[in-house]
């Protein structure tokens, strides 16, 4: 399935798997970009030192080309992104911000720069920047989260700026990869669909979770610390919730109070007093499979989909 | 542009006009009508008699099927919910709730009922009483809003009913319908697109805020009672979300501060303390056209995008 995206990167199929801090490993990113995708490293918690390994891991499991997700506001960033660089990873995504002040190191490197952007004007200040492509990601993912939607966010991002679009942010079939094509993107990324593939590494009672998710199951917390997160409705989460609307409960308590909570979910298999981040499309996914199949199955749907698409009665 | 929407309708193209309070008269009704789409009025602040008077004045203005709409939480649906089976008025749609006790009512007076739903269990219920659709609207949407999102609703509800499907919430253009379309919906239904239609009477200080409204220009407020509401950004909406923080702030006062602040912008054209209700889909009205014209620009789009997907390089 060729598309602006897959000529971009030099892959098969034009489905991104998205950078989850302490879920996206060389295993999966490295399953995902031998299947044809392009897989993401998350460096969320890696030293510099640890990302390289990452990185080196990747490349023995695949020759094909793979990315790494940068958090920008984590604490090892310059260090890590530095890494990036040094290795020549072909793709790097960031997110949480605006990635300028890297991106003479990146381009010189001939990294190619995909943030992912929450609004039109980051948009256009990532593409003035040099960024290759974007990804627009609606509220509806999982994780650390904008306003806008996929559905409005994609049509005009598409507008605005001259690069690829990569749409992210309810995507888990190829209903939803067709649709995000006709929206205006080139691509889409998947984090949510990727956390059941067989090569992730999280807790089997993590999959679990996500495979009984219904509809209404995910909730959004941190809106008054200006960082609001979308996780699947637990104790953790409605504890988080309560606090929040509590004045008595100052904003530092708050932090402290998140702090570790996805690290217990994903590292420690704790359900309870964990964060289970997973976008509104958790309860679309509905089976365990390997990188592989989740990619072929979405894109034989989505070509389906868009090759009936002038005969079809709705 | 047939599809089972059109068809069940007995209208020309698959697009509703959103039953706006305050907004949707029988002359904005009756002019989507009469270009082919399905007409909705607003029953929002009209007694029966009122109601009854705008129906007929919309029959004396098109000959073709509207709606009319009824938000279930107000004080007067008992009686206007009377008023639309005594008129047989083709097809109701509901917002704000289950729509349950009035559903034999208006099945044997030939009312098609189609009911505003935010997730899949509300779907399964209301097709369980005997509606004939249902409008799976997105949080995108303006005014009162669920958690999902268009992109993660629609897809779920097409699966979870066999009735059709129409999708709402974010929705401007024919990229919209197109993507709606393949999402699983058999039909669109458009609010904010048509505050910008000639044939409406909101004041000319409204429509211009829709027209220059960018795509971070909404703001939700009102999750601390349970119901929130998407408006344009403006003293209004950030004072509400201010008082909102205080919990020195009671809920009946926070009720009392929003109470009227609609009709305030509607009626009065006051931009400052009134409340602009518009989904995120604002930012994507360029321009104030007749209904017809927003309707056949629409459909045109959609056509086009549909027919050119199978060998378009996205």
Known sequence: MNTRVSELFGIQYPILQ??????????????????????????????????REEIRKARGLTSKPFGVNLFLRNAKVEQTAQVVAQEKVPVVTTSAGMPSRFMPLWLSAGVKVVPVVPNVAMARRVVKDGAAAVIAEGCEAGGHIGELTTFTLVPQIREAVGVPVIAAGGIANGRGMAAALLLGASGVQCGTRFLAANECEVPQCFVDEILRARDSDTMVVGRRLGQPVRALKNSYMMEFAQREMDPMITNAELENYGSGALWRAVRQGDMVSGCIMAGQAASMVKDTLPARDIILRMVTEARELLSAAPTTVF
């Open 18 to 51: 998205g950078g989850m801090a302490y879920v996206s490993t060389a295993k999966l990113a490295a399953a995902v970009s031998q299947a044809g995708g392009l897989g993401v490293i998350s460096a969320m918690e890696l030293s510099a030192e640890e990302l």
